[in-house]
């Protein structure tokens, strides 16, 4: 059994993670532990320096007891937006606090993101992002920093959190038919609280090319963090590469 650790910002699209622990059909346990965001954070997560206070450290401490506790053998910050608002150095200094803190292999979505891109060889891509136009530029350059092309930049402008999580399938597919640009390999969807893993297989089906998604890509991550690799098509193209081991 391998317990992967996470820790989340509210509860935006967390049900998507004992969705994710199914569909990979194997002795992977998925750990998630809620972060506080208090009411004002709540309230205006794409906006401003929200997304850096969601990952300050003291937050983001909170919740590694519960994790250790659990059995947790590595640990993901479940947020994009905070970690990517940290720029690149920022964001690596904020897993590198992590895992001191949790004494266990920690990362965050922004470094999955880089991470799964280089896992399904495109190294141009095109995001769709529900945040607000600048926020969705900074995620671009973090990008960017990882040696990867962003070809396209799509922005919706979503202010809340709460409402992206109220997003259906319809409107995923939307953004991302919305932001696929011929030139790239891949289609990025950014925001942890959209709900995407039931409609990965629909949305690589009409693009024709890899998808890969916040909450897809942060538990792939874990995964990766623990030398774990598991084979589940319905989870989407980055987790059919080789080589597979399926227990």
Not at 37 to 45: F, I, Q, V, W
Not at 55 to 75: N, T, Y
Not at 143 to 166: D, I, K, N, P, Q
């Amino acid at each position: 059994m391998t317990a992967l650790g996470f820790l989340h910002p509210g509860h935006s699209a967390e049900d998507d993670y004992p969705r994710i622990e199914q569909l990979l059909g194997s002795d992977i346990r998925v750990e998630l532990v809620r972060t506080d965001t208090g009411t004002e954070l709540a309230e205006d997560a794409h906006q401003g320096d929200a997304p850096l206070r969601l990952g300050a450290p003291h937050r983001l401490a909170a919740g590694v007891e519960q994790l250790r506790l659990s059995g947790a053998e590595a640990v993901v910050w479940a947020s994009t937006s905070g970690s990517f608002g940290y720029g690149w150095e920022g964001a690596h200094e904020q897993v590198r606090t992590l895992a001191t803190t949790a004494g266990m292999p920690a990362s965050s979505t922004s470094f999955a993101f880089v991470h799964a891109v280089q896992e399904v060889g495109a190294m141009r891509v095109a995001v769709g992002a529900t945040y607000p136009r600048e926020v969705s530029a900074r995620f671009a350059e973090f990008l960017r920093a990882g040696g990867v092309e962003v070809t396209a930049l799509h922005s919706v402008g979503v202010a809340t959190a709460a409402e992206a999580g109220a997003w259906g399938e319809e409107e995923v597919l939307a953004l991302a038919r919305a932001a696929d640009d011929p030139g790239a390999e891949a289609v990025l969807l950014p925001d942890t609280a959209l709900h995407t893993v039931a409609c990965i297989p629909a949305l690589e089906k009409e693009l024709g090319k890899p998808v890969l998604t916040a909450n897809q890509v942060t538990v792939w991550e874990a995964l990766r963090l623990t030398a774990r690799r598991v084979n589940a098509p319905g989870l989407g193209a980055l987790f059919t590469r080789e080589p597979i081991v399926q227990v």
